[in-house]
């Protein structure tokens, strides 16, 4: 039977998390702009961490990890065109920590910048949107073949200086955590509930074998308006659905 209550319930705990991370984000980003104020723009692109920033960068980050259990990655994306001998095409900075558990974990990313080259991350969507809308994207699910090999939800904020985009502050969610967190209140509702993205995805799912990363084709995507942040949102099915995946696709 249906519990209107429940649904409620799965919004409200989906809103919560999400205007957390949002603002974990944004803050971030506003301390990452504060430290590199100092440094030099390449072509109102990029900047080039020096150590001073790097290390001063690394605690907030760290403290991003420790008071968000929630988060499983965060860090700081920049790519700065440079004349540097050795580094014809740019140079990718790529800043970011893991946390598992109680450990918080350097991924050595930067240091291969062939490497870089190959998986640009210009072209991913949380580093695109932000560099070409200068406004905050909340990007997936994709599976991270980078970081954690896993679906994950990242969010993303760009880091501006005198209005220049300079890089994009993120954190990172992984999809499993969004199940622990919704499913228990998803599944009491007593239909077939879904989160998807507005693209229409399928994040999480009470629906027995649709996966993360499927399509709802019974929704339409929904088109962004100027200024508009993409977000994940509550569907409720009928309970036909569940006997059908037809509405469903890759």
Known sequence: MYNDRHAERAKRILDDILVTAQQVTATLADKTARLLSGLPLYHAEGVRLAQE??????????????????????????????????????????????????????????HNQEQRRRLDFRLFEWFRQPAHRHLPVIDGPYVDYVCNGAYTITIAHPVLIDEKFAGVAAVDMLVSTLDRLLLPTLGAIGKPALIINHDARVVTSTVPGVRSGSLLKSQGVNRLADGEVPSLRLVILPSSHTESHRVFGC
Not at 71 to 92: D, I, L, R
């Open 53 to 110: 920033q790097r290390g001063a960068l690394q605690k907030h980050i760290h403290d991003v990890l420790r008071n968000n259990a929630w988060c499983n990655g965060a860090g700081f994306a920049s790519y700065a065109v440079t004349k540097t001998v050795g580094e014809e095409g740019g140079y990718w900075t790529l800043e970011w920590w893991r946390q598992e558990g109680n450990t918080i974990q350097y991924a050595q990313l930067e």
